[in-house]
């Protein structure tokens, strides 16, 4: 089941929640320890979720464990909608006791909810239509510090704003280079994944584009108000940003793929920004 939940995925989900946590001590707001555990759970358990979920309702012509009996994989599969449930109702209990006991906003804890549902749930399941990394740095990325910040401030904020919607670019990037490994298993068991809606030919430009994209919402943040000691730290990443592109160029022009270090550089790019904010936010 360890796998099957993800760890990396996890890593980055905790990684935004600290994030998101950070900022409302930066703005005045006296930091609120029961709320903040509270939410790092529910988040936590609201992804493991999804990736149970997603596990449990794979097509059966696709490997969930390789060279297992299918009367252990059905099992499995079973067990993983029981886990997934159990989670989901831990996490509703301790929504309640967020919005009942501290008044905390329950409109992000909905979308989270619905995210889940539409991302791993059939009739929807759309991790398997083109639109599931969408989701998925939508969730890591937006929604996740959007949680932590309301939380902790109980309203939104045009700063987060700001920083988590070039976060989101970078996320979506990460989730597209997985796509790129994956390919020809993706090719072989028909799985649905942006990069196969999009095709090369779209992808690596949006790839680049959503990268650039990025660093110029960074920069734009003096525009609103915002010192750029602030936003200064984001461009530390900048080389991996450059690197990361050209390794993409070199994919789509035939030269042979050195997977590891792709993936982790499209890893470290996201993980490393957000890190650099988040103590940015958390030291001043």
């Known amino acids: 089941m360890l796998k099957l939940s993800h760890p990396l995925t996890l890593l980055l989900a905790s990684l935004t929640y600290l994030f998101g946590a950070s900022i409302p001590a930066y703005l005045g707001e006296p930091f609120q320890a029961t709320p903040f555990i509270f939410g790092f759970i529910i988040v936590l358990f609201a992804q493991v979720s999804m990736n149970f979920l997603s596990a449990s309702f794979r097509p059966h012509n696709e490997p969930l464990i390789e060279n297992e009996s299918p009367a252990k994989i059905e099992l499995l599969r079973k067990n993983?909608?029981?886990?997934?449930?159990?989670?989901?109702?831990?996490?509703?209990?301790l929504i309640y006791l967020l919005v009942t006991d501290y008044q905390s906003p329950a409109l992000p804890f909905f979308f989270l909810l619905i995210i889940i549902m539409l991302y791993s749930v059939p009739p929807f399941r759309l991790i398997n239509r083109g639109f599931g990394e969408l989701l998925l740095s939508f969730q890591i990325a937006y929604l996740i510090p959007t949680i932590a910040f309301v939380l902790q401030a109980h309203q939104t904020n045009r700063l987060l704003i700001i920083l988590i919607i070039p976060l989101t670019a970078l996320a979506v990037t990460y989730f597209l280079i997985l796509n790129f490994t994956t390919f020809s298993s993706d090719e072989k068991y028909q799985r649905g994944t942006m990069l196969r809606l999009?095709?090369?030919?779209?992808?690596?430009?949006?790839?680049?584009?959503?990268?650039?994209?990025?660093?110029?919402?960074?920069?734009?943040?003096?525009?609103?108000?915002?010192?750029?000691?602030?936003?200064?730290p984001a461009f530390l990443t900048l080389p991996f940003a450059i690197f990361q592109i050209v390794q993409v160029n070199a994919l789509a022009n035939g030269n042979p793929p050195n997977w590891k270090l792709l993936t982790s550089t499209a890893l470290i790019l996201f993980g490393l920004t957000t890190y650099f904010l988040t103590l940015t936010f958390w030291l001043r």
């Open 80 to 93: 993983l909608l029981y886990v997934s449930t159990a989670l989901l109702i831990t996490s509703a209990f």
């Open 198 to 232: 999009l095709t090369w030919q779209r992808a690596v430009p949006l790839h680049h584009a959503l990268i650039v994209f990025a660093y110029f919402i960074f920069a734009l943040a003096p525009l609103f108000g915002y010192s750029f000691n602030l936003i200064w």
